[in-house]
Structure formats: structure tokens, C-alpha cells
């Protein structure tokens, strides 16, 4: 077996521990779907955080609390998101 075989077996194993979707055979596309709008909007957050903490590093205050804006911004689009995909799965049953 070659390394790189080796290395995306490896990394396909990695990939299912940190997401439950890859266990399921048939996922649901809908479902889906918003999975990836929910885990968007976190990596969003995820990234304007640290812009936030960066500018605030900086000494750039307006800056900061302009990004912080966005930062709630993506938390509300991630609430809702979350809210639709649990609404999906109670209705759809997957
Ligand atoms: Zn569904």
C-alpha cells in the first residue's frame, strides 16, 4: 500500500471521529444541507473572533467593535440555522 493510500485512509478515520454524518450511509441531502450552513457560520465566528482579538491586540478599538458586530451578526444566522435544522430533523424524521 502506498504512503499516500496510507494517508487518506488515515485522515478519511480522522475525519469520521470528528464528524457523526460520516456514520451514517445514507444521509439526509436536506439535512445536510444545513449542516454545512450551520458549520459555515462557526467557522465564520470562528474567524472573525480572532480578527476581533487581533485588532483588539493592535490597539485598533473601532476596528474591533466593527468586527465584533459581524461576530454577533453570524451568531444570530448560526442560531437560526441550528433552529431550521433541528425543526428539519423533528419533521423529516432523519
Ligand atoms: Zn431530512
Same mark, same amino acid.
Given at each position: 500500500?502506498? @504512503?499516500?493510500?496510507?494517508? #487518506? &485512509?488515515?485522515? %478519511?478515520?480522522?475525519? &469520521?471521529?470528528?464528524? /457523526?454524518?460520516?456514520?451514517? /450511509?445514507? /444521509?439526509?441531502?436536506?439535512?445536510?444541507?444545513?449542516?454545512?450552513?450551520?458549520?459555515?457560520?462557526?467557522? &465564520?465566528?470562528?474567524? @472573525?473572533?480572532?480578527? %476581533?482579538?487581533?485588532? @483588539?491586540?493592535?490597539?485598533?478599538?473601532?476596528? #474591533?467593535?466593527?468586527?465584533?458586530?459581524?461576530?454577533? &451578526?453570524?451568531?444570530?444566522?448560526?442560531?437560526?440555522?441550528?433552529?431550521?435544522?433541528?425543526?428539519?430533523?423533528?419533521?423529516?424524521?432523519?
Amino acid at each position: 500500500m502506498g @504512503l499516500f493510500v496510507r494517508i #487518506a &485512509r488515515k485522515l %478519511t478515520l480522522d475525519q &469520521r471521529k470528528i464528524s /457523526p454524518m460520516a456514520e451514517k /450511509p445514507n /444521509p439526509c441531502l436536506g439535512q445536510q444541507e444545513l449542516i454545512d450552513e450551520v458549520q459555515l457560520h462557526l467557522m &465564520r465566528i470562528s474567524e @472573525l473572533s480572532r480578527a %476581533t482579538a487581533e485588532a @483588539l491586540a493592535a490597539g485598533s478599538e473601532g476596528l #474591533a467593535l466593527e468586527i465584533d458586530k459581524e461576530v454577533e &451578526r453570524e451568531l444570530g444566522m448560526k442560531e437560526r440555522a441550528m433552529g431550521a435544522l433541528h425543526q428539519h430533523r423533528k419533521e423529516h424524521g432523519c
